[in-house]
């Protein structure tokens, strides 16, 4: 089973930028299969309503897709040789303001992916803080 440990948060001004990292140890493919995890990002924002939301993913076709409130601004991206995939955060604003989790999950593939990343089932790491003042 992958493991995930994220790195890269910190405090950055609005419009600034942040890339946050997402090491993973393990099989990159689903045990059993030859099919790659899905894999990506997700936030929560501080507060005890806020609920979780996916904000970027690679499929298991290695494709990228992206929730509409990051997309245009975030970059997701992956190194299978490094075992490393990244989440580059431009032009920041202060709703970007959450606790950024890297999520391995089951075969997915098409531009709604990163929306299941969310799911208890997945695979989660331990998260990193992005705080964005204005």
């Known amino acids: 089973q992958v493991q995930l440990v994220e790195s890269g948060g910190g405090s950055v001004q609005a419009g600034g930028a942040l890339q946050l990292s997402c090491t993973f140890t393990g099989n990159i493919n689903i045990r059993g299969t030859s099919s790659r995890y899905n894999m990506g990002w997700f936030r929560q924002a501080p507060g005890q309503d806020k609920e979780r939301e996916g904000v970027a993913a690679v499929d298991s076709d290695g494709r990228p897709s992206y929730a509409d409130s990051v997309k245009g601004r975030f970059t997701v991206s992956q190194d299978a040789a490094k075992n490393v995939m990244y989440l580059q955060m431009n032009n920041l604003r202060p709703e970007d303001t959450a606790m950024y989790y890297c999520?391995?999950?089951?075969?997915?593939?098409?531009?709604?992916?990163?929306?299941?990343?969310?799911?208890?089932?997945?695979?989660w790491g331990q998260g990193t803080q992005v705080t964005v003042s204005s």
């Open positions: 999520a391995a999950g089951g075969r997915c593939t098409g531009n709604f992916c990163y929306r299941v990343l969310t799911r208890p089932t997945n695979t």
